[in-house]
Nanobody, 123 residues
């Protein structure tokens, strides 16, 4: 069974840092990408960053470029999102997800989702 488990969310001050983790299991066939998405109350779910290891490619939303870094540990089947210089507008529930359309970092192309982890940046 495919499973994604996020961890690392919490409360941080403006300008602080936080690292999210996504542990993936059960994705044993084909090439896939893993993405981080976030959703704030009343807003659409948006793509934050995606990674496709088979092509060593990464994608970042304009709003997080230069502040967030996505990385993977293949031995642990885990993807990380290092978030720095956090702003109140980064406050959201963050989800990791898996896509078998790996060249797109868009929520509608991602099929498997974790339960989410809350990130709150105090103002």
């Amino acid at each position: 069974e495919e499973q994604l488990v996020e961890s690392g969310g919490g409360l941080v001050q403006t300008g602080g840092s936080l690292r999210l983790s996504c542990a993936a299991s059960g994705f044993t066939f084909g090439d896939y990408a893993i993405g981080w998405f976030r959703q704030a109350p009343g807003k659409e779910r948006e793509g934050v960053s995606c990674i496709y290891d088979s092509e060593d490619s990464t994608y970042y939303a304009d709003s997080v470029k230069g502040r967030f870094t996505i990385s993977s540990d293949n031995a642990k089947n885990t993807v990380y999102l290092q978030m720095s210089s956090l702003k109140p507008e980064d406050t959201a529930v963050y989800y990791c997800a898996v896509s078998y359309a790996p060249h797109y970092c868009s929520a509608h192309t991602y099929s498997y989702w974790g339960q989410g982890t809350q990130v709150t940046v105090s103002s």
